[in-house]
């Protein structure tokens, strides 16, 4: 029990400096960004919520496309007239339905990953190992964005193979070959990558698991649902740069005057990217932990 | 070595340090003592940069500890409150550590081992016992093997076997070379590993000093003589190194410098009647009491008998 210096299990290995008491011998082992990143991987791999709210973001962004999709197959075939929103479906916003109950999933676990470490103290122990602060939040961004990004086009596609596959035969269908197909899912991938690094800036702004939650929602489901009460002449000037509708252009398939092209959609969409992780980077360097 | 300069931190009106100076060195161990709430933690989170000091400044081996390439090589910290991620495993929480570092996994398993930890690794976290949790924030501290170990409180929590552990532990990473920097509220759990103390109340330095000296500065060699001639004893025993000290008009003397025995032979020698002759001996804890009375944060009420044993 009160063995005090590690005793290495294999003395046949008698190059374990690590185990000596002498300082000088042993070997430095620096901190680099690579390192960071390669912790924060492990990090989020190593938490059950990873797995459920990655699970659940697949699960709406195919399960909706899905459901949307037959929704309107079943409202064609009832030959009923259809209705106002299923006017100008097509495959594509069919199945990407989901989109909105994805981000939600994909944008909490950005929060949690930074918010959570608050929450619960861990953030002590990674500020001690890595003191600089800022590749903790640069590293948590990657990541998150990176998975994020990589599930959601996987999603995005799956949804568009499967919901294509419903409605096809209607007017609506549409094939991966179809012009501006690929982009858009593409552009949905994109999207929900970006909405999970708002997520992480936005957990590291507010340190708070249920202020972040509560911002992201309201960026992205609240305000959109709003600015439908303000007056129409500002619908182009500000509304089409807020940060759900510049978001929502990333991915359209067809291009509504009133919005932004897709490429300055991105943009504008970085910029509010940008604009997160400078609050948060901003919030991590000044801060007590 | 941990070097403190004028440090100090305010948080609004509140001066949780103010001014501290000191110097903590290596191949003994420090203990860093004062009663709740004398700034202990918030000095040991400035040392690490969890918390930036409002004015004055804090190094580690000579260097701000963000200013390190291999923070966790150089100090090792325990803190107060809990530090993990309560639904990671303790081998994860560490493993996320030591990538941070390049720390190979081997360190891992070693330190997991070291802290008595081997059955419990791949559990979660959250679901540890208090004992549980200071092993893991012990492990973690001892992960990059630092040259400077400093824990906050680090018995909290733990059995009797727990605390056999912290101490031997502590010894021997001090007899290693090491810097060591333990803090606590208890003189009694301090005193039997510390050799330099440094006391703080209401975040300014009380002491910084050794136990013997601290004892010795609460008046513990004090020997108290009554006697029928005070005048004239006080002539015998005067020298150099000897001081006394008794109210005029009162048989009573208060003698430091020399023993209950010598002041006995020497009354004998010139016939001088003693009515009394006893050493005063103070404990540890009385003298940290004493020097901490005016620090106390919150004093409990008082009203039965005051025991001197009682932790503030």
């Known amino acids: 029990m009160s063995t005090l210096t590690a005793t290495p299990k294999t003395p046949e290995t008698p190059e374990t400096p690590e185990t000596a008491v002498g300082a000088a011998s042993r070997p430095v082992h620096r901190v680099t960004g690579r390192r960071v990143l390669a912790s924060e991987w492990a990090k989020l791999w190593s938490l059950r919520s990873t797995w459920i709210t990655l699970g659940l973001g697949l699960l709406f962004l195919v399960a909706f496309g899905v459901i949307a999709a037959s929704h309107y197959t079943s409202n064609i075939d009832s030959g009923r007239h259809p209705d106002r929103d299923f006017a100008t479906a097509t495959a594509v916003s069919l199945s990407l339905f989901g989109t909105n109950f994805a981000q939600l999933a994909l944008g909490v676990l950005g929060v949690l990953v930074t918010a959570g470490e608050y929450s619960t103290g861990m953030i002590r122990s990674t500020l001690t190992a890595v003191p600089r602060r800022l590749p903790v939040l640069w590293s948590k961004a990657a990541v998150l964005g990176a998975v994020a990004l990589v599930l959601a086009t996987a999603g995005a596609f799956a949804a568009f193979l499967a919901g294509s596959r419903i409605v096809s035969g209607t007017p609506a269908a549409m094939g991966l070959g179809h012009a501006g197909v690929v982009r858009s899912l593409l552009g949905a991938g994109l999207y929900l990558g970006l909405v999970g690094v708002i997520g992480t800036a936005l957990g590291a702004l507010l340190r708070s698991v249920a202020g972040g939650i509560s911002v992201l929602v309201a960026a992205f489901m609240l305000v959109p649902g709003l600015v439908s009460l303000l007056p129409t002449s500002w619908q182009g000037h500000i509304v089409a740069y807020l940060p759900s509708h510049a978001g929502e252009s990333v991915f359209a398939l067809t291009h509504d005057p009133t919005a932004l092209s897709p490429g300055a959609g991105l943009v504008v969409f970085l910029g509010w990217t940008a604009l997160a992780l400078a609050g948060a980077s901003y919030r991590l360097l000044r801060g007590d932990v | 070595m941990i070097e403190a300069q004028q440090l100090t931190k305010r948080y609004g009106e509140k001066t949780a340090v103010d001014g501290l100076d000191f110097t903590v060195r290596p191949g003994t161990v420090t203990g860093f003592l004062g ?17 930036a000091p409002t004015s004055g400044s804090v190094t580690v081996n000579g260097r701000r500890y963000a200013r390190h390439e291999a923070p966790l090589q150089e100090v090792g910290a325990l803190l107060e409150a809990k530090s993990v991620h309560p639904g990671r495993s303790a081998r994860n929480h560490l493993r996320a550590l030591a990538l941070t570092h390049g720390i190979p996994r081997r360190r891992v398993d070693e330190v997991v081992e070291l802290a008595g930890l081997g059955s419990v690794a791949k559990k979660r976290a959250g679901a540890f016992s208090l004992g549980m949790g200071q092993r893991l924030g012990i492990a973690a501290a001892l992960l990059g093997d630092p040259q400077t170990v400093m824990l906050d409180e680090p018995v909290n929590g733990l059995d009797p076997e727990g605390v056999l552990w912290i101490r031997n532990l502590l010894t021997s990473l ?18 039997l590993v510390a050799d330099h103390l440094i006391v703080v109340g209401r975040g300014r330095l009380l002491a910084d000093t050794t136990v013997r000296d601290l004892v010795r500065q609460a008046g513990g060699d004090t020997v108290r003589v009554a006697t029928d001639d005070p005048a004239r004893l006080r002539d015998v025993l005067a020298g150099p190194g000897v001081e006394i000290t008794g109210r005029i008009g009162s048989e009573e003397l208060q003698v430091t410098g020399v023993s209950a025995r010598e002041i006995g032979l020497k009354a004998a020698e010139h016939a001088i009647p003693l009515f009394e002759l006893t050493t005063q001996a103070v404990s540890l804890e009385e003298a940290f009491m004493e020097l901490t009375r005016d620090a106390v944060e919150y004093h409990g009420s008082t009203t039965g008998t005051e025991t001197s044993g009682s932790a503030a």
């Open chain 2, 35 to 51: 009663p709740n709430g004398a700034g202990k933690s918030t000095t040991m989170r400035m040392i690490v940069g969890l918390d």
């Open chain 2, 174 to 191: 001090a007899g290693g070379g090491r810097t060591v920097f333990v803090s606590s509220h208890l003189m009694s759990e301090v005193a």
